[in-house]
């Protein structure tokens, strides 16, 4: 079992940057597949950034050059640096982690964009 806890979302302006973090429970943190999906209202939840055990990482193309996802294997945690955020980037934030057929969810935090 593996616990998420998502943090780091809040208000910011158009051009604005956050950071979210996502601290993990358990020991085999580092074994697992980690990434950060977004829930707009009345959208689907979509993938936003992923980062594998070996540290590869994919972005959606909306994100490219805008956000970076790291982890650090030693805190158990995984970050989502955000920068030049949009009001389109406005979403509830989900981390997640994979490892074979497991996954599991944080319960998300919020961000809005908004002058």
């Known amino acids: 079992q593996v616990q998420l806890v998502e943090s780091g979302g809040g208000l910011v302006q158009p051009g604005g940057s956050l950071r979210l973090s996502c601290a993990a429970s358990g020991s085999i943190f580092r074994l697992y597949a980690m990434g950060w999906y977004r829930q707009a209202p009345g959208k689907q939840r979509e993938l936003v950034a992923a980062?594998?055990?070996?540290?590869?990482?994919n972005y959606a193309d909306s994100v490219k050059g805008r956000f970076t996802i790291s982890r650090d294997n030693a805190k158990n945690t995984v970050y989502l640096q955000m920068n030049s955020l949009q009001p389109d980037d406005t979403a509830v934030y989900y981390c997640?982690?994979?490892?074979?057929?497991?996954?599991?969810w944080g319960k998300g935090t919020l961000v809005t964009v908004s002058s």
């Open positions: 980062i594998t055990s070996g540290g590869s990482t």
């Open positions: 997640n982690a994979g490892l074979s057929s497991l996954t599991y």
